[in-house]
């Protein structure tokens, strides 16, 4: 059972200001925590504890740990899908494929705890809770058709390959560098696995006609 004791670290004033700050450091605190512990394992009195708040706190805020994970997973959404493709890319459409598969590679990698949470969520609970489902799947459906208009392949994707191409990505993300070697051979393991999946993708979302010789 979560210890209801108060946080004894320094207390600011009640303002609004403050009240933000204190839910942006939930909001971190969480993201950090749910990623690396899942639901399950995070308590919300560990949750406080990171936050640098006490109990009573984060249920004003968030009503109680199952909230406050829904509002970590509409941060996380709202963060990534912010993201647009780069306005400049090559002419030729397989330097544009490269060039984005490099983007969302890089943005990603920045971003390994949304990747890891997304991931673990998937494993331990299956479906979004169904109102984040319903706010952000139409958003990430139209920040993938925006994708794919960058892209301006000579024919469209099939949405499923598109979901493919995501999960593989997603997953060399959190693949470190150590477990990565034994399969790259020398260089930068993460470099090796770019130009890969760089490769890869212009196999698969490119005609035979439409890819360099």
């Not at 459409?93 to 991931?119: F, K, N, S, Y």
Request: charge should be neutral; hydrophobic fraction near 45%.
């Amino acid at each position: 059972m979560d210890d209801p004791r108060p946080y004894n670290g320094t207390k600011m004033a009640a303002t609004p200001a403050n009240a933000e700050l204190t839910r942006a450091r939930i909001l971190t605190a969480g993201l950090e925590l749910f990623a690396a512990r899942g639901f399950k394992g995070t308590t919300t009195r560990a949750l406080a504890s990171a936050a640098g708040c006490n109990i009573a706190t984060l249920a004003w805020h968030f009503q109680d740990k199952r909230g406050a994970y829904e509002a970590v997973l509409d941060s996380m959404y709202e963060e990534l899908l912010a993201w647009s493709p780069p306005e400049a890319l090559p002419a030729d459409p397989a330097g544009r494929v490269r060039a984005l598969v490099l983007e969302i590679w890089t943005v990603m990698r920045a971003r390994r705890d949304h990747v890891r949470l997304l991931q673990r969520h998937v494993l331990e609970e299956g479906r979004l809770p169904e109102r984040v489902r319903e706010r952000w799947t139409p958003v990430g459906l139209a920040r993938a058709m925006e994708l794919v208009a960058a892209l301006d392949l000579p024919s469209p994707p099939e949405p499923l390959l598109l979901l493919d191409l995501n999960h593989l990505i997603s997953r060399y993300v959190l693949s470190e560098a150590q477990d990565l070697r034994p399969f790259t051979g020398p260089g930068d393991p993460h470099a090796v696995v770019v130009a890969h999946l760089q490769d890869l993708c212009v196999a698969l979302l490119l005609p035979g006609p439409a890819r360099p010789s």
